[in-house]
């Protein structure tokens, strides 16, 4: 007997961490907008929450704590995802379950993010359709699939040669062999094994990338021949029409302040909602943004200076010059901070939702990254699409100020900045009626009406 057509309800279950809740929801927009019902699963872990208020007609369910919140204050992010795989299971079959009663079994999908792949196995259980949904780059992907494949005793081996690391994978330009070992993350073991969860895609029938063909072509194509189930590229989320999805509240003062700024003449400096940095290097980046003579604008967020709430960090003679130069916020509306004319560049974690934003808006990047994700993307920034310089090797003033001179005032700066002009453009011609990422999306939604 065939379905009935209207609503149709589709399950997201996101990672507890405002990178992978942000994407989660703009699909889950995207979709409604199709026509779909949304109910999000969300794990009470007190770390982020959604407000249902953002998105009026979603239903938000909330799974009851299954770790102690001592326990998971404690953890790293590898600890963390692990942990919460070990205990979810149960409490979201439940939770599926209830659903089900609820809704009279019209469940149509489970989408759960890729971190969160105990999904995978009750989905399963309960005989429900179940798709992937990475938030990573489709590259990023694609170096995991590889990897999985090595010979690891020998792989370890061979990453102590330096020519070694530095070589290509074959056909897969511009990632080199030591792009493949996860950094970043602490003891390798738990990477690893994360990974190979990750990996492996069960009896999932699809998987969705928030990217898209112009960005990523060559790694779009790999994976869909590689992984034999069906692979949808249908991004940037983020373009979709939708309210802020952002879980924390951010400072819009900083838009006056770049109000009075000249045209692309601000560095905008961000790194993200995990990322931490030790103070010296906090230090030698403010007095290299200030020796640049460029305006900036920065945030610092609570947490990110290892050992200090943040700005406070900062000798009173370094505070009294950004003051005089600069402009600091704990968080800012990101978008609009990079669709504002007077940014130039932004120095970045290469994050993949910092990336994709970018790019939209045609700002050249600074690449500091910090994770093995963040160095893959900046490899794709700096070496594919040529939008932009990495700063590698210890933060030092110099190499700041040379940095920012080199993206905001060189003629260098310039021809990144045209590059990434143009790949704005193709990336809107992508989500426009026609384009593969608009297209995607349509076919995406023919299938979930199949299933």
């Known amino acids: 007997m065939e379905k009935k057509e209207t609503m149709r309800r589709i399950v997201l279950v996101p ?17 409604n907008l199709k026509g779909f019902s949304i109910t999000v699963v969300q794990v009470q872990f007190d770390l982020v929450s959604s ?35 070990k205990t979810g299971e149960a409490s979201f079959k439940d939770c599926i379950g209830q659903l089900l009663l609820q809704h009279g079994n019209d469940i149509d999908c489970i989408i759960y993010d890729e971190f969160m792949y105990f999904c995978g196995y009750v ?11 990475s938030t990573q780059s489709a590259t990023n992907h694609v170096s995991r699939c590889v990897f999985s494949k090595l010979d690891l005793d ?17 056909n897969l330009y ?60 249908l991004g940037p989320l983020h373009v979709t029409p939708s309210p802020p999805s952002s879980l ?13 700024q000249k045209s692309r003449s601000v560095i905008y400096i961000s790194v993200g909602t995990v990322a931490q940095m030790e103070t010296k290097e906090v230090l030698e980046m403010a007095w290299g ?21 943040g700005v406070e960090a900062l000798p009173n003679e370094v505070s009294k010059i950004i003051s005089e130069r600069g402009y600091i916020v704990e968080r800012a509306p990101q978008i609009e901070v990079l669709r504002h004319p007077a940014v130039g560049g932004f120095w970045s974690h290469c994050g993949w939702n910092s990336t994709l934003e970018s790019i939209v ?15 893959v993307n900046a490899a794709y920034i700096v070496s594919v699409w040529e939008a932009g310089i990495q700063l590698e090797g210890e933060v030092e003033r110099g190499k700041v100020e040379r940095a920012v001179k080199r993206l905001i005032v060189d003629e260098e700066g310039a021809g990144m900045r045209e590059r990434a002009l143009v790949l704005k453009e193709k990336l809107k011609a992508s989500l426009r009626s026609g384009g593969s990422s608009y297209n995607a999306l349509d076919e995406f939604v023919n299938y979930l009406k199949t299933k």
């Open 248 to 260: 924390r509240e951010e400072d819009k003062g900083c838009i006056e302040w770049l109000n009075k």
């Open 174 to 233: 511009p990632l080199r062999y030591k792009d493949l070992l996860p950094s970043g993350f602490g003891p390798v073991e738990p990477v690893l094994k994360i990974r190979g969860e990750v990996v492996n895609k069960r009896t999932a029938s699809a998987v969705i990338f928030n990217t898209t063909s112009c960005l990523e072509s060559l790694s779009v194509s790999w994976l869909k021949q590689e992984l034999g189930i069906e692979v949808y590229a």
């Open 15 to 31: 990672v507890p961490a405002q990178g992978h809740v942000t994407p989660m929801m703009q699909l889950g927009r995207a979709l």
């Open 361 to 375: 808006e045609g700002v050249p990047l600074i690449c500091r990254p910090f994770q093995s994700e963040q160095n």
């Open 51 to 85: 407000s249902s208020q953002q998105f009026p007609g979603f239903q938000f369910v909330t799974l009851p704590k299954s770790l102690p919140k001592y326990e998971v204050e404690g953890l790293g992010q590898i600890e963390f995802m692990m942990m919460l795989n």
């Open 154 to 170: 020998k792989f370890l081996i061979d990453m102590k040669d330096q020519e070694k690391q530095e070589k290509v994978v074959e």
């Open 289 to 309: 943004l200030c020796n640049s003579n460029q305006p900036f604008l920065w945030v610092i967020r609570p947490g990110s200076i290892l050992g200090s709430r």
């Open 123 to 133: 989905a399963q259980e309960c005989k429900l359709p179940s798709v992937i949904f």
